[in-house]
């Protein structure tokens, strides 16, 4: 390809990205029916901008799915991965098990031999992972009883991928020479079994067993001193090519080895879920992910056959629809047998009635070792991009028809556990000054995500058991990282003033939901964070020093309670009056001024406070006028 | 509504989020028209009142309910604070003293004991109203009518969601009623606890006089 025709394409994609999401989420549809919409339209059925090559991008654009585990592995504690274990295999196997049993059974009623009737069905087994993990994230349902078993389920399928594609090559009808994948589907080339295949067998699982050790094992020792190297240049692009390096060199491992590449990924992001640079690797890759993704999507949708539809729409409608259902079937019969609650469990079987993208590659792969004929496959093939495209229709179904049957109370308890998982609090800057606010808040039970970007204090803050995470606060997507979407309050405790107010700019003006306390260093800097949109601001001396001066006055002679008391009005007043200049004063820039102004603050100041300060405490409790009047 | 009168209720618990009944009587007054619910411990936790504001609010207002838990025979201690320093010479009582004259007081509380406990014979050896005499001058030396109290009596045993229902049904047709100037107030004169006449006191609008 051409440079010139690669820009072409890109521009093609991007502008039909642009232009469809927004209107799809606008006409409340979600992004990947967007995406989808927008490959049909481009695609050879539609204005024909992109052809047959639309393929490879599809293969290229799979390593969205790659990067996506990753994060999600990233999201997942090592100890909630395990909770998962019994939904994992157990409700996963099954699901798989039962639903390429069915579907085998159909195929065999239809006339199709065992072994074509096994491989379909096994092939139709598969869900979409990018579509049904992109939709539950968009609409915030991972956490959920659902959202947790529909990801069990992905897992399982994204690992099974692995055995199938040993398994298929053994069901062709006529033997043939086995038949690699070609080298643009190099993503998911899982079972590429001719390299190692000299290999004796144990030869092949010492490699296998070492390259997934050499993951855990690096991933826990060896990242966090490489990534420390890189965060003290603060040179962020490095930290990006960092992360990228780190995702497709585990790919390629993984592919050498005859494994998949998401499941090497994915166990390298749950590796790293408790390592500090967490957020940054995630609002590093992010943006990646969801282009490659949105790719992804677009080609799907240009790949969609309606050549086909339009020639045998009977068949090709039966089978998306006979799909859809036996799948719908398999998933709420088994979600009942997990005792799942009923709103949850539609939603489950809702999510996951689609064929899904790893079919395409079985299918073309199954049609190589010629375990299939063309027609079949190419009619399958068409049904599962149809079925794929009908998902995020199904889960607006189920969103605006099915789920509001459901009582309320049952939502109100699900709040609670996705309280559980998403800190409600943000805490950036964990020094002197964040360290108190934070203690108190996770003394008191609260769930606290921290923010830090000195690494010698995160690992000192570490080596006492602290979970502090890497990160530069003053960063957008770092902080949707560090989910600030779902949190409540954001607590800026940094000790650069300058960054302060950034980040108080960027949280108010992208998170409005977030109250912000911020602190200030003196009275300017505390204007300047009232203006910039802070709710609450703290001067780190102020209440220091208020005290001190209450001591003052004790040993002066004043009673504790009046010296207290004296205080409390201080305080009451002097938050009164800054309120009060923050909002009078403009943005003056001059220097001369600003100092001009200082003094006349001051002033201000400490005139209003002769006036009203001290009577008022004099006042309360007084009977001098009892006493004088009769 | 044509007599509508303006409700401040001064609400005092320092606990709650434990409060069992307290809860559930404020949220059913909370958000009504010309009802000011004005909560103490919330507004002034380090017990630093805002009297310049706190006057400003009884000058608002035509009947001022003090609501809270029975603590020790009296009130939580804000609430006391809150008198000592709000009703101040020269506002409330005593020379020039006359912001509060004319309006209605009314204690609105919740006591641990039962209703039997708070006779001559019960271990608490005084009634309610007997106890509350501290309120009842306070309020009538500084000008105001004070209402037979509204008494919620044995919070211990009020475990069921519909006994506090009732209750709270009570209390806001009682503010509700002291809004609109609903009442029978020569019957209400009678009563020892407000709510022990509800259905003879509050008239509804057909019965209504027409003035
Ligand atoms: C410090 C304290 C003192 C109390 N004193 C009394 C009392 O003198 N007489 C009484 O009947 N109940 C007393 N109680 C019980 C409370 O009145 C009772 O728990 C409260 O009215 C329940 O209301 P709540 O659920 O809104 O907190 C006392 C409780 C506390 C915590």
Known sequence: MSNQGFFIQAFIYLLAAVLSVPIAKRLGLGSVLGYLLAGVIIGP??????????????????????????????????????????????????????????????????????????????????????????????????????????????????????????????????????????????????????????????????????????????????????????????????????????????????????????????????????????????????????????????????????????????????????????????????????????????????????????????????????????????????????????????????????????????????????????????????????????????????????????????????????????????????????????????IVAIDDPEKTVEVVRLVSKHFPHLKILARATDRRHAYELIRRGADVIQRETFESALELGTEALKLLGSRSYKAHRAANLFRDHDEKVLREMALLEGDETAIIARARQMSQDLAQLLQSDNRELTQDVDRAWDISALRRSP | MANSNRVLVLFAHPALEKSWVNRHLIRAIQGLESVTVHDLYELYPSFHINVELEQELLLAHDVIVFQHPFYWYSSPALLKEWQDLVLEYGFAYGDGGTALRGKKFLSAITTGGGEKAYCRKGYNRFTIRELLVPFEQTAVLCGMEYLPPFVVQGTHQLREREQIARHVEDYRRTILALRDDTVDWSGLRQLQHLNHGLEQIILSSETMPHV
Do not use: C
């Open chain 1, 45 to 490: 059925f539609g204005l024909r901008f992109v052809g047959q090559e639309g393929e490879d991008v599809m293969h290229f654009a799979e390593f969205g799915v790659v990067m996506m585990l990753f994060l999600v592995g990233l999201e997942l504690q090592p100890t909630l991965l395990w909770r998962l274990r019994m939904p994992i295999l157990g409700l996963g196997g099954l699901q798989v098990g039962v639903t390429a049993l069915v579907a085998a059974g159909i195929g065999l009623l239809a006339g199709l031999s065992w072994q074509m009737s096994l491989a379909v069905g096994l092939i139709l087994a598969m869900s979409s992972t990018a579509i049904v993990l992109q939709t539950l994230n968009e609409k915030g349902l991972m956490k959920t009883d659902a959202g947790q078993a529909s990801f069990s389920v992905l897992l399982f399928q994204d690992i099974a991928v692995i055995p199938i594609l040993a398994l298929l090559p053994l069901l062709a009808i006529r033997k043939s020479s086995p038949v690699s994948l070609a080298s643009n589907q190099l993503i998911f080339v899982a079972a590429e079994t001719t390299k190692h295949a000299s290999l004796p067998a144990w030869q092949q699982a010492l490699l296998v067993l070492g390259t997934v050790g050499g993951i855990i094992i690096g991933g826990r020792f060896l990242t966090r001193p490489i990534f420390r190297f890189i965060a003290v240049t603060r040179q962020r692009e490095v930290f990006t090519a960092m992360a990228l390096l780190l995702v497709i060199g585990i790919a390629i491992a993984m592919q050498n080895i005859g494994l998949s590449p998401a499941l090497g990924t994915f166990v390298a992001g749950v590796v790293l879920a408790e390592n500090e640079y967490r957020h940054e690797l995630e609002s590093d890759i992010d943006p990646f992910k969801g282009l490659l993704l949105g790719l992804f999507f677009i080609s799907v949708g240009a790949s969609i056959n309606f050549n086909l539809l339009i020639q045998q729409p009977l068949l090709i409608l039966g089978l998306v629809l006979g799909l859809a259902v036996v799948k719908f079937a398999v998933l709420f019969g088994l979600g009942r047998l997990f005792r799942m609650e009923l709103s949850q469990n539609l939603l489950f079987a809702f999510a996951l009635a689609q064929g899904g993208e790893f079919a395409f590659v079985l299918f073309s792969f199954a049609l190589q070792n010629n375990v299939l004929t063309p027609a079949v496959s190419e009619s399958l093939v068409a049904a599962v991009a149809l079925s794929m495209m009908l998902t995020p229709l199904i889960m607006i179904f189920n969103d605006r028809v099915v789920q509001p049957r459901f009582t309320l109370a049952e939502i109100e308890q699900e709040a609670d556990e996705i309280d559980d998982n998403e800190n409600p609090v943000i805490i950036a800057g964990f020094g002197r000054f964040g360290q108190v606010a934070g203690r108190l808040l996770i003394a008191n039970g609260y769930k606290v995500t921290l923010l830090e970007q000195n690494p010698a204090q995160i690992d000192l803050l570490r080596r006492f058991g602290w979970k502090v995470f890497y990160g530069d606060a003053s960063r957008l997507d770092l902080l949707r990282a560090a989910g600030a979407n779902q949190a409540r309050l954001m």
